[in-house]
């Protein structure tokens, strides 16, 4: 079976720092990637996703930055984080025609 | 743009009772899926049933099933039989464009399980 993870689960860090959360997938080969920000009682908001390995396309220019170094490794990075950067984080990833979505356990990003 | 519009921000419903949750979405495309998620307070994103909008039929799942009216845009769940572990945030959410590789999702709805 497949499995999704994420860490850290939790991270502090102050603002101006750098960011590198880390997504991996077990059990599927060559899905599509994604990284969803959601802030606290709303929805999820898209930033991220990737088709393949260096295929990344940005949903929403802001401070943040994505990789994929590995077909089932998604990095989501910035040099110089921003309060607005404090959130949830979400990984997530589908492959084939059922187009629903799996979700990582997420990050909780505090920017202080 | 599209968009994913749930009116309810939040409900609650007692125990073994039946509740809807509901949901419009705005969408050019033909064909294209749908979704509720469930995201309990430990956060972890569930999903919770699917729609194919070329099928009919709506879709089931145990306690919980839909109420597909495409015409209107219009995608209600239904929880049967409430238990204490329905209490969550339920999206609505539905593939982007054409390629079904992208999904948008609605603000939510908090459902509180009153024992």
């Given amino acids: 079976s497949q499995t999704i993870h994420q860490w850290p689960a939790t991270l502090v860090q102050p603002v101006g ?8 997938v077990e059990g599927t080969s ?13 929805g999820l908001q898209l930033l991220f996703y990737s ?16 990789s994929r ?32 979505q799996y979700f990582g356990p997420g990050t909780r990003l505090t920017v202080t | 743009a599209q968009t994913v519009t749930q009116s309810q921000p939040e409900m609650s419903v007692q125990e073994a009772e039946t509740v809807t949750l ?6 050019s495309e033909s064909n294209y899926y749908l979704f509720w998620y469930k995201q309990p307070p430990s956060r972890q994103m569930i999903l919770v049933i699917r729609q194919e909008a070329y099928k009919q ?16 845009k219009s995608f209600s769940l239904k929880i049967s ?30 459902l509180s399980v009153i024992p």
């Fill in chain 2, 81 to 110: 039989d409430s238990q204490l572990g329905d209490t969550a945030m339920y999206f609505c959410a539905s593939t982007r464009g054409g390629s079904y590789d992208k999904v948008i999702f609605g603000p939510g709805t908090s």
């Fill in chain 2, 22 to 27: 509901s949901c419009t979405y705005d969408t």
């Fill in chain 1, 69 to 100: 170094p590995q077909d089932r490794q998604f990095i989501l990075s910035s040099k110089k984080l921003l309060l607005s950067d404090s959130g949830f984080y979400l990984c997530a990833w589908h492959r084939g025609s059922s187009y629903e």
């Fill in chain 2, 57 to 72: 039929q709506n879709a089931t799942e145990n306690r919980f099933s839909v109420n597909f009216q495409k015409a209107a």
């Fill in chain 1, 17 to 24: 720092s750098p960011l590198s959360l880390e997504c991996t």
């Fill in chain 1, 51 to 66: 088709v393949g390995i260096g295929q990344i396309s940005s949903e929403v220019p802001q401070n943040l930055s994505a």
């Fill in chain 1, 30 to 42: 060559n899905p599509n990637l994604y990284w969803y920000r959601q802030a606290a009682g709303r």
